[in-house]
């Protein structure tokens, strides 16, 4: 976890804050807890966010930091990943205890693909000199039939991760259990056939053939709402996406890295996402009741 807060730096930072602490995932700690700090950085005094990597550091993280008792409570977001939306309307009752909440969608990279912002970047970035844009990318429904196209070539990876994890709660208590990584690019679907691999794993715990179904099922579920932007942001990794979206989106010059395009695209956005506002607020409430209560 290098690059990281330890626990024990992260309990000294928040004995001398205020407010509240949220946690949040990230494959490096310059990514989730960037794009928060630079969407809620006018909340500086009511929230901090601080990156583990990964949900279970998060949860772990939230729940030892509240276990020592640190005067500025703390609170996790996690990624949705594959999560019910039946569990996630649990958390906005006010019978709701957990200390840890999940985004609407299903990672944060998923609000990092508006069209508008993306044609934004396009024009104001990179075809500025050039003062216009190559074509195909060049509306804002051509910016969005692209990433609506960057999904549907997910919608295998989607499904694949899907069975992994429902085959790893089956069957993981088995001996003869060996876990399977997530696919984690679109580019792999070049040279892995998802089914084939999932059941050539799960032939070695006896569930082959039900790894063949619930790869079947899943997939027929996502490609029932491939034209539905809002659901393919639910179950589909916005990660994929955003990814695919580095790799074709036309520079007039040199193509920026991942982080930099990222940081370009928050330029063009500011204002953070309607669902990541009502979820900062939401959990600032339920400190207030804390406290009060």
């Not at 009511?46 to 729940?63: E, P, R, S």
């Not at 957990?98 to 508008?116: A, V, W």
């Not at 069975?163 to 892995?192: C, E, I, K, M, N």
């Not at 506002?277 to 009741?289: K, V």
Request: proline residues 4%.
């Amino acid at each position: 976890m290098s690059g990281y807060k330890s626990l024990d730096e992260l309990e000294i930072v928040l004995r001398s804050g205020a407010g509240i602490a949220i946690i949040c995932e990230g494959e490096d700690y310059r990514e989730d807890e960037f794009f928060y700090k630079e969407w809620f950085g006018d909340l500086g005094r009511m929230v901090t966010f601080h990156a583990q990597d990964g949900w279970k550091y998060v949860q772990d993280a939230v729940k030892e930091l509240r276990r020592r008792g640190t005067p500025v409570p703390v609170y996790g977001i996690l990624d949705r990943d594959f999560t019910p939306d039946e569990e996630l309307a649990r958390q906005s009752e006010p019978s709701f205890d957990g200390t840890c909440y999940r985004l609407s969608r299903y990672d944060l990279e998923s609000y990092l693909l508006d069209p508008e912002g993306w044609l934004s970047v396009l024009r104001r970035v990179l075809w500025r000199r050039e003062g216009r844009v190559a074509e195909g990318w060049d509306t804002v429904d051509a910016v969005a039939d692209r990433i609506r196209g960057f999904y549907r070539e997910a919608l295998p990876i989607g499904a694949h991760n899907w069975t992994v994890r429902r085959l790893a709660d089956a069957h993981g208590a088995q001996p003869s259990f060996v876990g399977r990584s997530y696919l984690t690019a679109v580019q792999a679907l070049a040279a892995v056939n998802a089914e084939d691999a999932l059941a050539t794993w799960a032939s070695a715990f006896g569930a082959q053939d039900t790894a063949r179904e619930v790869f079947r099922e899943r997939l027929a579920f996502l490609r029932a709402r491939e034209d539905d932007l809002d659901e393919l942001r639910k179950h589909v990794s916005g990660k994929l996406v955003f990814q695919e979206l580095h790799r074709t989106i036309p520079c007039a010059r040199k193509r920026p890295d991942r982080m930099d395009l990222a940081e370009r695209y928050l330029d063009q956005c500011r204002e953070p996402p309607a669902e990541l506002a009502a979820l900062i607020r939401l959990i600032l409430s339920r400190a207030e009741r804390e406290r009060s209560g």
